[in-house]
């Protein structure tokens, strides 16, 4: 079945630095690649989204990429700020089906 | 205010008594989706649907069962919960299908001793 796997599992970076999170899938007919932010006793919240037509998506500080050749995608957090530290989620659409990967848990040290 | 609600927020039960969750959205959404999150497992899906009466398998059915019989609402049956489904679950909607921005509930902590 879809699979998606999430790298790395922990990520600390100092305040300023950029963090990539990457995530590699199996459904190659997946077309919908969205990325959720969860804080510490929140909620998933979406943060950005990719459709299979497009390569790249930005949303200032924060932007993803998508490779369908290869089937990965990764989110890129540029200037990070101690808000950011959160647990992030990447997903794919699988026939109807959201599979989410095993999050990432992001640390901001300031 | 948009919102998906759910209830009860926490909730404790023994083994094999039966109860229902409850899960609804004031957006008109058509999909309603089940998770639920366990550490190092992320968001695993329960059960999803695409509008009334549509309902499939997520990636972890086993032991839930769950209706749409009214739009708005989307309840999770646990027939004869068990202890391994001790965990967080959320609720959540969205517009048409699983390809748009999925709303949320709160989450309901649910603990089986």
């Known amino acids: 079945g879809e699979n998606v796997e999430q790298h790395p599992s922990t990520l600390s970076v100092q305040e300023g630095d950029s963090a990539v999170i990457k995530c590699t899938y199996s459904?190659?007919?997946?077309?919908?690649f969205p990325w959720y932010k969860q804080e510490l006793g929140k909620r998933p919240q979406l943060i950005i989204d990719?459709?299979?037509?497009?390569g790249e998506k930005k949303d200032q500080r924060i932007a993803v990429t998508l490779n369908k050749t290869a089937k990965h995608f990764s989110l890129h957090i540029t200037e990070t700020q101690p808000e950011d530290s959160a647990v992030y989620f990447c997903?794919?659409?699988?026939?109807?089906?959201?599979?989410f990967g095993q999050g990432t848990e992001l640390s901001v040290k300031p | 205010e948009a919102q998906v609600t759910q209830n009860p927020r926490y909730l404790i039960t023994v083994t094999g008594k039966k109860l229902t969750v409850t899960c609804s959205q004031n957006?008109?959404?058509?999909?309603m989706s089940w998770y639920r999150q366990d550490p190092g497992l992320g968001l695993r899906q329960i059960y999803y649907?695409?509008?009334?009466?549509?309902?499939d398998k997520g990636d972890v059915p086993e032991g839930y069962k769950v209706s749409r019989k009214e739009k708005r609402n989307f309840p999770l049956i646990l027939e004869s919960p068990s202890p391994n489904q001790t965990s967080l679950y959320f609720c959540?909607?969205?517009?048409?299908?699983?390809?748009?921005?999925?709303?949320f509930g709160p989450g309901t902590r649910f603990t089986v001793t």
């Open positions: 997903a794919i659409l699988g026939g109807g089906k959201l599979i």
């Open positions: 459904d190659s007919a997946s077309n919908y």
């Open positions: 959540a909607s969205s517009r048409w299908t699983g390809g748009y921005e999925q709303y």
């Open positions: 990719i459709r299979s037509n497009v």
């Open positions: 649907s695409m509008n009334v009466e549509v309902t």
């Open positions: 957006m008109n959404h058509e999909y």
